[in-house]
């Protein structure tokens, strides 16, 4: 059975390539505007390998971007709630920073560390590490005074014994962030790889705008939908099955 | 070892009044002695001042000998990720096994520390709360509505047992249940509001004990002095 999230993104492609096809019908405009149903499913023949390839590829940057942006986001949130200064200046920094244009920056990370993995990684990981540092922060420095007050008053508390109660309480709300953030990586992955990159779906996309071809844009939107869907499924299966687990034992 | 409040001032920061205005109270040694009073005139707040959670208040607390204070109240919780039994095991003392067995079964437990903190009913988390207190070391525990949600029969027999298990330590039981103050305190402090001089009293309790036979005309003369006292 699908899972609803890609039923979902199946319906929203229906809809859109539907609505593009109306407009090209209803106007009269050309296969070489909108490509015919035909085309697509020709180009989709055609590309639908490579472009699978690029999208796995596009994939493995954007979930290593994720893993590296939650590992930082967890270290800055545990030194962060460390003080109350600290963690304000952290968290108005991250602000700040959040609303800048990360993609703005992208061209300087290409110039410094040219075309290769480590920047499509770098752009990822930046894209997505903010709007999960803020969560994080206030996830890592609000107490759970009812928990952790017998902690403090036998001298027990330890910074390790802390950051745990504090994220087993907050699992759910660490889960859906972490989920959510999942979206930005990938975007931050493809808009990365549009820019500079020579590797990735972005990549690809890229060439098929300079050649104006529409059907490999149309099939590679699909690939990424269907791609970004599925490491969505997984990353809310793994959550479920963790916070089941938690609450089970 | 007597714990001694002299000339108490104190306001809460950003609050419009004095939550207390020269208040002086004694508890004598140790022993089951109560904090009394209507809501919000101050319980909790005295309780955490003895604890040292609230500092800078005017005024003195003098508490030689008390080496350690713990304050514990009706809404706390243990961590989920181990059944009850677990977490006692790992904040008891080796030593203090067979007290946390005998607290166990005491408290009327032995069928639900298996169990997670979250699956027990209210007055089990009280109840389990209240035991890993009492397997810390302490000189004063402030027992602030700890046993709320208990039924009574539990409660007569818990206060009973602890009597007995901690005879040299000092306990503090905030309640607003006239009777169980007025049966098994030895003092009862019955806090009253700011408007009042003074606006704490001490009445004696009858500090009943498992041993001893309960004077029904004892018991309600020192209900009649907490009511009229509060």
Known sequence: MLHRRIYQFLIIYAIGLGLLLALKYGLNLSDYVIPSPDEIVRTCRTYGGPYLLAVLNTLAVAVLGHILSICLATVVAVIGRLTAWIGSFIRTAAYNIQAYPIVAVAPIIFILLGDGLQSRLLIAAMICYFPLLLSFIGVFSEPIREIEHFYESTGRMTWRLQVKIRAFENIQKLTTVIVGSATMAMVGTIVAEFIAATAGIGYSIRIALYQSDLAKILVALFLIGVGTSLYLVSLEWAGNALQKRLKSL | ?230
């Open chain 2, 1 to 230: 070892m007597p714990i001694e409040g002299r000339h108490i001032s104190y306001r809460y920061p950003n609050a419009a009044g004095e939550v207390f205005a020269d208040l002086n109270f004694r508890m004598d040694g140790p022993g089951f002695h109560a904090l009394f009073g209507p809501s919000g005139v101050g319980k909790t707040t005295l309780a955490k001042m003895l604890s040292g959670t609230i500092r800078g208040f005017e005024g003195t607390i003098a508490d030689d000998g008390v080496r350690r204070v713990l304050y514990t109240y009706n809404l706390e919780r243990l961590p989920g990720w181990s059944n009850v039994r677990a977490h006692f095991e790992e904040i008891a003392p080796l030593a203090g096994r067979r007290r946390m067995e005998e607290l166990i079964e005491t408290f009327g437990m032995e069928a639900n520390v298996g169990s997670r903190f979250h699956r027990l009913s209210l007055g089990q988390q009280n109840r389990a709360n209240l035991i890993r207190y009492l397997l810390q070391d302490f000189d004063l525990l402030i027992m602030d509505e700890s046993l709320a949600n208990v039924d009574e029969f539990t409660r007569e027999k818990i206060i009973l047992k602890v009597k007995i298990l901690f005879p040299d330590r000092c306990f503090l039981y905030i309640s607003h249940n006239v009777a169980e103050v007025a049966k098994f305190c030895s003092q009862v402090l019955v806090l009253r509001s700011r408007s009042r001089s003074p606006q704490l009293v001490a009445v004696q309790g009858c500090d009943h004990r498992e041993s001893a036979e309960s004077d029904p005309g004892l018991l309600e003369r020192a209900m009649l002095e907490i009511v009229h006292a509060a």
